[in-house]
């Protein structure tokens, strides 16, 4: 059993329900309207030299647009990676907050603006710099390692940013050299983490409220509906469910595996958002959406992303015509968060991962 702090962070959903009553739905739209809405998103983005570059989860058109303008499409290394490597003056980070911060901080020179600055993380949420700087400090000898879903401050105070693309490898590297990992925030990834690496990690306690949800039991009853399916989960999901996935591994990944497995039909535990381009890489195979049924669930039966969901062609559309919700970090902690984070990718550079094509 890893170790574990106990915190009541992760289990506080009051502050969580507060965040997500500011997490409002967008506004349905018509298909003329949609229209007319990305025709002045598409000059904006060309007038203000800009890339828009949008995470798996986010809504299809988003996804499409960001392909279509010379953006990107990725999980959250390569969002990263794309942000710093693009060129552009401007970059439109459509995700959650952290992605935004993380463009900034190794882009500095870049103004990178968000569809809505509301778009946050329950990780990231669980996971304060005071409560996370005493847990730090209590444990002098560990290596910090924190998940890039943290906030500059937190990772400010990290020696390592991981990716869950890239978070086996630097466990493994770290425990090849005797080294005791401090994990934060994710309970999930970082457990998966220790059981797969044997590394000696001290896990923070909090979840992501959207894979928290997958259960087990609805998993299995779902496999004797579909026995020939393949379950692929990301690691954000609880033990229980990755022990019986078929694969575990970050959205990239996952969209690999579903093209390379043969299967034909697949329950997938991960964000609904995903499907767009799963069913794009695979348009012949069937993707179900895996059960989440808890009986304190944030929100039951979802599979989506309240954050992810903030963005929409009209909070775009808004946030590049005036424009506003720019990324501002205090430049002291840019500059120490910058630190693990362009070791992260460096240190993929030198694995040689090929993170889109590893599954
Ligand atoms: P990926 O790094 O796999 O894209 O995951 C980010 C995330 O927030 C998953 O919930
Ligand atoms: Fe955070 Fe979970 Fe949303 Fe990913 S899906 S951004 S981990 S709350």
Same mark, same amino acid.
């Given at each position: 059993?890893?170790?574990?702090?106990?915190?009541?962070?992760?289990?506080?959903?009051?502050?969580?329900?507060?965040?997500?009553?500011?997490?409002?739905?967008?506004?349905?739209?018509?298909?003329?309207?949609?229209?007319?809405?990305?025709?002045?998103?598409? &000059?904006?983005?060309?007038?203000?030299?800009?890339?828009?570059?949008?995470?798996?989860?986010?809504?299809?058109? %988003?996804?499409?647009?960001?392909?279509?303008?010379?953006?990107?499409?990725?999980?959250?290394?390569?969002? *990263?990676?794309?942000?710093?490597?693009?060129?552009?003056?401007?970059?439109?980070?459509?995700?959650?907050?952290?992605?935004?911060?993380?463009?900034?901080?190794?882009?500095?020179?870049?103004?990178? =603006?968000?569809?809505?600055?509301?778009?946050?993380?329950? =990780?990231?949420?669980?996971?304060?710099?005071?409560?996370?700087?005493?847990?730090?400090?209590?444990?002098?000898?560990?290596?910090?390692?924190?998940?890039?879903?943290?906030?500059?401050?937190?990772?400010?105070?990290?020696?390592?940013?991981?990716?869950?693309?890239?978070? =086996?490898?630097?466990?493994?590297?770290?425990?090849?050299?005797?080294?005791?990992?401090?994990?934060?925030?994710?309970?999930? =990834?970082?457990?998966?983490?220790?059981?797969?690496?044997?590394?000696?990690?001290?896990?923070?306690? *909090?979840?992501?409220?959207?894979?928290?949800?997958?259960?087990?039991?609805?998993?299995?009853?779902?496999?004797?509906?579909?026995?020939?399916?393949?379950?692929?989960?990301?690691?954000?999901?609880?033990?229980?469910?990755?022990?019986? &996935?078929?694969?575990?591994? &970050?959205?990239?990944?996952?969209?690999?595996? &579903?093209?390379?497995?043969?299967?034909?039909?697949?329950?997938?535990?991960?964000?609904?958002?995903?499907?767009?381009?799963?069913?794009?890489?695979?348009?012949?195979?069937?993707?179900?959406?895996?059960?989440?049924?808890?009986?304190?669930?944030?929100?039951?039966?979802?599979?989506?992303?309240?954050?992810?969901?903030?963005?929409?062609?009209?909070? %775009?559309?808004?946030?590049?015509?005036?424009?506003?919700?720019?990324?501002?970090?205090?430049?002291?902690?840019?500059?120490?968060?910058?630190?693990? %984070?362009?070791?992260?990718?460096?240190?993929?550079?030198?694995?040689? %991962?090929?993170?889109?094509?590893?599954?």
């Amino acid at each position: 059993m890893p170790n574990t702090l106990s915190s009541q962070l992760a289990s506080d959903k009051k502050i969580v329900r507060q965040y997500l009553s500011r997490a409002g739905a967008p506004h349905p739209m018509s298909a003329a309207d949609a229209e007319d809405c990305k025709s002045e998103i598409i &000059s904006l983005l060309n007038k203000r030299n800009a890339r828009l570059v949008a995470h798996y989860y986010t809504e299809g058109v %988003l996804q499409e647009l960001a392909e279509e303008t010379g953006g990107f499409v990725g999980d959250s290394l390569e969002m *990263a990676r794309f942000g710093h490597d693009c060129d552009g003056e401007m970059l439109v980070v459509a995700g959650v907050r952290f992605m935004g911060e993380t463009a900034k901080i190794l882009s500095p020179q870049k103004t990178v =603006l968000m569809p809505t600055l509301d778009a946050t993380c329950s =990780l990231d949420i669980a996971c304060p710099i005071e409560d996370f700087a005493h847990f730090c400090d209590a444990h002098p000898d560990r290596e910090v390692v924190v998940y890039a879903n943290t906030s500059a401050a937190v990772k400010a105070r990290a020696d390592w940013v991981v990716t869950s693309s890239i978070a =086996l490898e630097v466990a493994e590297y770290l425990s090849e050299q005797g080294k005791q990992i401090l994990w934060a925030p994710d309970k999930h =990834l970082g457990s998966y983490v220790q059981r797969v690496t044997g590394a000696d990690v001290l896990l923070w306690d *909090a979840a992501c409220i959207v894979h928290e949800e997958f259960k087990s039991r609805g998993l299995e009853d779902m496999r004797r509906l579909h026995p020939n399916a393949a379950i692929l989960a990301h690691p954000e999901s609880p033990q229980a469910v990755l022990e019986i &996935s078929d694969f575990v591994g &970050s959205t990239t990944q996952i969209i690999t595996a &579903s093209q390379r497995l043969p299967n034909e039909e697949f329950i997938v535990a991960t964000d609904r958002g995903i499907f767009h381009k799963l069913q794009q890489a695979s348009p012949t195979k069937t993707f179900i959406v895996a059960p989440t049924a808890g009986e304190d669930a944030t929100c039951r039966s979802c599979a989506h992303c309240p954050w992810m969901a903030m963005n929409s062609l009209e909070s %775009l559309r808004a946030s590049l015509s005036n424009p506003v919700n720019a990324i501002e970090i205090d430049p002291e902690v840019a500059r120490d968060a910058m630190k693990p %984070l362009t070791r992260m990718l460096k240190f993929a550079r030198e694995q040689r %991962l090929a993170v889109r094509g590893k599954a």
